[in-house]
């Protein structure tokens, strides 16, 4: 069997590296950019859609939310008919960086597929969303407390 999982686990340390490091002048660290892109591209996103955006648990978005928060990247809403809830939007601030960390998901985007055809782009990009899907389907199950058999 091929070490698939390694290669993306490499790939995907190296360009969270790389996030941090250019936008730590942002003030932005540990993936909280992750959560900031999301939050622009779904204003008014609630936590738990958004923790299963990202793929992690309730209080590790928490915490990341928080931070933001606070950072005056984004800014919770309560809901009228609900307050518990809370919608998830980016301030000025935040929005104003949402262009930055853009261009350089485009930019690592580009360095990632360089040499590729646009025929073997397509095919990475299917293959990957099907490798997602099989993921999603355990991380569903684990999340819900359930054990997997090996």
């Known amino acids: 069997m091929k070490e698939i999982l390694r ?7 190296a360009l969270d590296s790389i996030s941090n490091i ?5 003030d932005l660290t540990k ?8 939050i622009c591209e ?19 978005a928490a915490r990341a939310i928080k931070k933001l ?11 009228l008919y609900n307050k518990k809830i809370r919608k998830l939007s980016p301030t000025q601030k935040g ?4 262009p930055f ?12 597929l360089e040499g590729f055809s646009e025929r073997d782009q397509d095919s990475i ?7 997602r899907k099989n993921i999603e389907k355990e991380w569903e199950f684990v999340k819900k407390g359930n054990k997997r058999t090996y």
């Open 7 to 13: 290669e993306i686990g490499m790939i995907a340390r």
């Open 22 to 26: 250019e936008f730590k002048e942002y």
């Open 31 to 38: 993936g909280q950019y992750l959560y900031l892109v999301r």
């Open 42 to 60: 779904n204003p008014g996103i609630i936590q738990e859609k958004l923790s299963e955006m990202i793929k992690v648990d309730r209080s590790t």
């Open 69 to 79: 928060e606070m950072n005056g990247f984004i800014e919770k809403k309560e809901v």
């Open 95 to 98: 929005q104003n960086v949402y």
């Open 101 to 112: 960390i853009k261009r350089e998901n485009d930019w690592s985007n580009t360095v990632a």
């Open 125 to 131: 990009s299917i293959l990957l969303e099907r490798v």
